[in-house]
């Protein structure tokens, strides 16, 4: 049971720690670079195991980090050398840093313990075996303590420069303008990404990273248009998935990190087809209502231009409507409804006529028109 | 070389990846130009439940079965991007990123799945994450090449449409070319290029074998017709250069050797491909600089000369030209003009006008003049 607490602290330390950047990738629209920097870091890890035998102390972390950011270092020197575009650069770019780090791990498998599947899959059943200790005192899981840390530090980042971020995301040229940096700010950002990478890698793995980053805030997005609330809303969005995955995954004993990507992508889906307001159904709904509010307008229109003419005698029988307007039955039958309910017209003699209520809609209507 | 053909495993690894070479690279060039290089990256990810997802449905392993599902998969992969980016909230990179992770999370948990059931074991299944060229048995490359081929000879077909659409898509709707259509086509293109890379590359890696031969290839040519053929030689250049290098040391995995062998094309090309490479622009800007400052003393000097009751050939000062010229160390400048004819050396460091010289410096001075039109 302690173990299954630990895991599932851990996972939320990391799902919010990779929620709060992945909200500024998703609005910056660059959301692949998680996924080009989660690829590259594995170079760093590996050259880190190299030196140091393993992931233990913050430099070596950090040390994995920056191979991270000389990815996006990389891919700036080809975009600005104007030879390729920034799509096909980032696609150049991580696949060498990763090539060589598996074949630096297939190389020396004997002097290196690191499992490439582990560091893309991501082993978070065994984050409670890694103790952190001091003085013989046990101080709890080190995956625990490192997304502490690496939360907190994106959560001082983020208070610190809130207002800068806010400005550069939305309108970066006002922000150069205003002597806001974007390019250190870019950089800062994007340091942490990395650092998040690698401190989320043991948990989620690398290429999961990516789900954690950039599902929550895509999904906020679709719910919200203030930047306080999409922030919160990816983080609890982040979380949910991550402890709902990792309860499916114990269930079903499946790959941990596996089932919280899928979970994210549920949220994703089922937000997509039913948000208030942006969903998919909602769209829907509101085209449809638009369609036949039209509809309403033109089926007025026409009895207007009719009324008191001698064709009025056919022009205004129901089923005319059909004919004449190229609806469908059961949509004449509604857009009449609805006329007939709002008390725009009324049914005489299988005529309709025009009541003073829809001889205003029409006349309005037409002026709009 | 003849002993190194004989080994059947080799020969059949190789005619494997020259056909994967080959196709990747002339798709890739489409996605490249159409600034889709991405979609590849997450398209390879996409395909993998679906074949975990054929096993599990089939119970087969046949490398047939398994790609038809990776296809399936990878379709529907980009049926969800599209669905994604027609709202307006979802841009394309989050699309992009969501399915590559989603999809890729959703095949792990199938995999693990599917490993639990009696029999099944893990090694047919996860040679897709990273490639195993090894694994290619005459059957596959036979079905590599049964892909291929056909797909070609479509791109070949649609050749024209295709281009207008890489190029210039909204002229092309407005010619009344069935753009959707056409953009579909390509698109199942790419997803085929992508499925016969999995069992060699993998899913991770498949990316680069599209972008790779094909950035290599922008950098030689501006016709398309040529891009693609030299993006399909590069990208089975690579694809050899990998299965040489993996075979001719213990433990170095083919796939990653191969995008190694990919990528050392693109530097190449960065570097020295005529007109836009980087030697070449610093080579050309070099020259530009240098026929700048040549004109700038030219022209400096006949306006001293002026100065002196018009007599062109008055010598001036090195030190002189120099303090007019604060941008560039002159004496490089005055040896090269010196050669052309344009300048003489006169007693000690000073030096003069030739006739040439201050007819193009007086021609130049007209053009410079001239108020701009």
Known sequence: MQAHLEILAIAAVIAVACALPGTLLV????????????????????????AQGGLDSPLVILGAAASGVLMVVLVEFLVRSRLVREDAAIGLVFPVLFSIAVILVSRHTGSIHLDVDAVLLGELAFAPFDRLEAGGADLGPRGLWIGTGILALNLAFLGLCYKELKLSTFDAGLAAVLGFMPGVLHYGLLSLVSLTCVGAFDAVGSILVVALMIAPPATARLLTER????????????????????????????????????????????????APREGWLARRALRRAQTRRLAGDLLVIHLLQHEGSP??????????????????????????????????????????????????????????? | MSSFLQDYTLRMVLGGVLALGIFSGALGSFAVLRRQSLLGDALSHAALPGIVLAFLLSGSRATGVLLLGAAIAGWLGTLAIRAMVRGRLTREDSALGIVLSVFFGLGLVLLTWAQRLPGAGKAGLDKFLFGQAATLVRSDVLLMCAIALPSLLLLVLFWKELKLLTFDAAYARALGLP???????????????????????????????????????????????????????????????????????????????????????????????????????????????????????????????????????????????????????????????????????????????????????????????????
């Open chain 2, 179 to 373: 753009v959707e259509r056409v953009e579909a086509l390509l698109t199942l293109l790419l997803v085929l290029a992508i499925v016969i890379g999995l069992q060699t590359v993998g899913v991770v890696l498949m990316s680069a074998m599209l972008i790779a031969p094909a950035a290599a290839a922008r950098q030689w040519t501006d016709r398309l017709s040529r891009m693609v053929a030299l993006a399909a030689l590069a990208g089975a250049l690579s694809g050899a250069g990998g299965v040489l290098l993996s075979s001719s040391a213990p433990r170095w995995p083919t796939g990653p050797a191969i995008v190694l062998c990919a990528s050392l094309l693109v530097v190449a090309s960065l570097l020295f491909a005529p007109h836009r490479g980087i030697l070449w622009s610093w080579l050309r800007f070099r020259r530009n600089r240098r026929r700048l400052d040549e004109d700038l003393v030219l022209y400096h000097m006949l306006q001293m000369a002026q100065h002196h009751a018009g007599r062109l050939d008055h010598p001036h000062a090195r030190r002189v030209i120099q303090s007019m010229t604060p941008r560039a160390d002159v004496r490089p400048v005055l040896h090269s003009l010196e050669q052309a004819g344009w300048v003489r050396r006169r007693e000690g460091d000073s030096w003069s006008l030739t006739s040439d010289g201050a007819e193009r410096a007086l021609s130049h001075r007209a053009e410079r003049e001239r108020p701009p039109s």
């Open chain 1, 227 to 274: 930047l306080g609330l999409l922030f919160a809303l990816s983080a609890a969005l982040a979380v949910a998935g991550a402890l709902l995955g990792y309860g499916l995954a114990v269930f079903l004993d499946l790959n941990i990190a596996g089932s919280m990507a899928t979970v994210l992508g549920l949220f994703f889906a089922l937000t997509w087809l039913a």
């Open chain 1, 27 to 50: 609005l910056r629209r660059m959301a692949l670079l998680s996924d080009a920097i989660s690829h590259s870091i594995l170079l760093g890890i590996v050259l880190a195991f190299f």
């Open chain 1, 311 to 369: 064709t009025e005698r056919r022009e205004a029988r129901v089923i005319h409507m059909q004919e004449h307007l190229g609806w469908s039955p059961e949509f004449a039958r509604g857009v009449l409804a609805d006329a007939l309910e709002e008390g725009h017209v009324t049914r005489m003699d299988g005529l309709l006529h025009l009541k003073p209520e829809g001889r205003q809609r029409a006349e309005k209507a037409l002026v709009h028109i």
